[in-house]
């Protein structure tokens, strides 16, 4: 095959390619972090805090947060349980873009920045110009049901919002250790 002819049968495979790639794909090109994204020992993310929790519905308690995991006991409505640690497991990164420059960070309008969890109260752990940043404050972004940032303070946009799923180690009363899944599970987190 000529160096012309194949040059005409990867350039369509390359444009068809770009045109039915995932937006978020297409912006970051081939910066981010390998997906998916496990970070160990995690923060339990904005308005939860560790400590006893009550269970408010019933919940499966499973001997790992690894695929392949089984149940090992269903605690019941009212039960207790201590936090130990917790695991995000990030699917897709957050997108946020830059609506106008931020010169504390090199930011720059139209910039983009990955997200891959919460850390805090307006912190996370963010991914932009070839580099993590574990504990980066983007309280300057504006989510797209409009909580966030307000007024001057605002110089960018969620554009698409992280898929994450969270898994946290929990301690019984009975001494037991095992792992709830935060997307089935429901808790009463302000038990003394």
Known sequence: MT??????????AAWFAFCFADDSTRMRGASGLALPHIELDASLGEGHQSGRWKAIENVAVYETWKKGRKVVLRLTTGGAIVTESSVVITTKPG????????????LKRGDTILTYGFVNEGFSRVWFKGRLHADFDISFAKWPDGAGCQGWHCAAAYIAQPEVVRWVQVRLTSGLKGWVSMDEASFDEKVR
């Not at 160096?3 to 369509?12: G, K, N, T, W």
């Open 95 to 106: 997108v946020i873009r830059m609506d106008r420059d931020l010169g504390a960070h090199g």
């Open 3 to 12: 160096r012309v002819a194949s040059s005409l049968i990867a350039l369509p």
